[in-house]
C-alpha cells in the first residue's frame, strides 16, 4: 500500500491510499509509474484549452494530440485520454512517464500515438510541449523533395530546417503510425535539434519551450505550408525569397515572447 496523489483531475487532486496494480507492458509486467506530484488545476485548464485552440485553428480534427511536460517531474508528461482534441477537458488529462505508462488510467484509454510525446520528451530536455497533427497544407511537404521554408516572420522557426520523418526508413512497411517506444525514439532521433518535424504521408510534429510557443508553432507551420504552396504556384519555378537562418533566428526570438498574444487571445475564442 502506498500513499500517493492523483494528479488526473482538476483542482480536485486527491490522496488515495490504494495499493499499486502492476502494468501488463509487452507481456511482462512491471509497476505502474509513481506520480510525479501534484498539478495545478490552471495547467490541467492550460493544457485543455492548447487542445480546443489547436481544434478550433484547424490543427487536428478528431485526430491529434498535445501534451506537455510535468511542471514539477521531468520524467513525467500530460496529456489528455484518447479523445477527439476539441472535446477534451481537465478531467480528462492523465499522467505518463517516458515510457508512456500511465500513472493512474482509471479505465480511461491512451492514445496510440502518445510515444511521439514520451520519446521527445526524454530526448529533448528543452522541449516542455509537443503538438502532433495532421493539419492538411502539411502533408504535401513530407511528400516531396521540396523542403519547407519559412515564408514570413511568425513561422521563423522553419528557417532553422524542418526534418521529414519517414518511418519506412527503418520498419519497413507499417500501419504509419508510431505505436511504440522504438518508433517514438526514431522519430526523436530525426527530429534531432529542430522546433518542427513532418511525418511522411501522416503529419507532423511541432515542440516548444512552453505549451503556447508549441501550440503558436503547430498553428504557424499550417499556415506556412498553405503559404508555401500559394508562393510556389505564383513562382512558377522561380526564386521564393524566404527568411534565411539569420532572420529565422532573429524573428523566432520576437515570437517566443509574442506568442503570448496569439494565446490569450485563441484561448477566448474557445471560451478558456
Ligand atoms: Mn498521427
Given at each position: 500500500m502506498r500513499l500517493f496523489r492523483c494528479a488526473c483531475h482538476s483542482g480536485l487532486s486527491y490522496w488515495s491510499n490504494v495499493a499499486r496494480a502492476p502494468a501488463d507492458v509487452g507481456g511482462g509486467t512491471r509497476a505502474l509509474p509513481r506520480s510525479g506530484g501534484p498539478v495545478d488545476a490552471s495547467v490541467l485548464h492550460d493544457l485543455a484549452a492548447a487542445s480546443r485552440i489547436l481544434a478550433d485553428q484547424g490543427v487536428v480534427d478528431a485526430f491529434g494530440h498535445v501534451s506537455m511536460r510535468h511542471p514539477s517531474d521531468p520524467n513525467r508528461f500530460l496529456m489528455s485520454r484518447s479523445l477527439a482534441p476539441a472535446l477534451?477537458?481537465?478531467?480528462?488529462i492523465m499522467e505518463y512517464d517516458l515510457d508512456c505508462d500511465?500513472?493512474?488510467?482509471?479505465g480511461r484509454g491512451s492514445f496510440l500515438e502518445r510515444f511521439i510525446h514520451g520519446e521527445i520528451f526524454r530526448k529533448r530536455p528543452d522541449v516542455m510541449a509537443v503538438v502532433h497533427s495532421h493539419?492538411?497544407?502539411?502533408i504535401p511537404f513530407g511528400l516531396i523533395d521540396t523542403p519547407m521554408r519559412a515564408m514570413f516572420h511568425n513561422a521563423a522557426f522553419v528557417a532553422r530546417g524542418v526534418p521529414v520523418f519517414d518511418i519506412?526508413?527503418?520498419?519497413?512497411?507499417?500501419?504509419?503510425?508510431?505505436?511504440?517506444s522504438e518508433k517514438g525514439v526514431a522519430l526523436a532521433e530525426k527530429l534531432g535539434d529542430k522546433d518542427v518535424m513532418l511525418m511522411r504521408a501522416h503529419g507532423s510534429v511541432a515542440t516548444g519551450p512552453s505549451l503556447p510557443v508549441a501550440v503558436f508553432r503547430a498553428v504557424y507551420t499550417e499556415v506556412n505550408a498553405r503559404l508555401q504552396f500559394q508562393t510556389a504556384m505564383l513562382a512558377g519555378g522561380g526564386n521564393i525569397a524566404a527568411l534565411d537562418a539569420e532572420e529565422g533566428r532573429l524573428a523566432d526570438e520576437v515570437n517566443l515572447k509574442s506568442s503570448a498574444r496569439a494565446w490569450d487571445l485563441w484561448k477566448r475564442r474557445v471560451g478558456f
Open positions: 477534451v477537458t481537465p478531467d480528462d500511465c500513472v493512474d488510467a482509471q493539419s492538411p497544407n502539411v519506412h526508413e527503418k520498419f519497413g512497411a507499417t500501419d504509419m503510425l508510431v505505436g511504440n
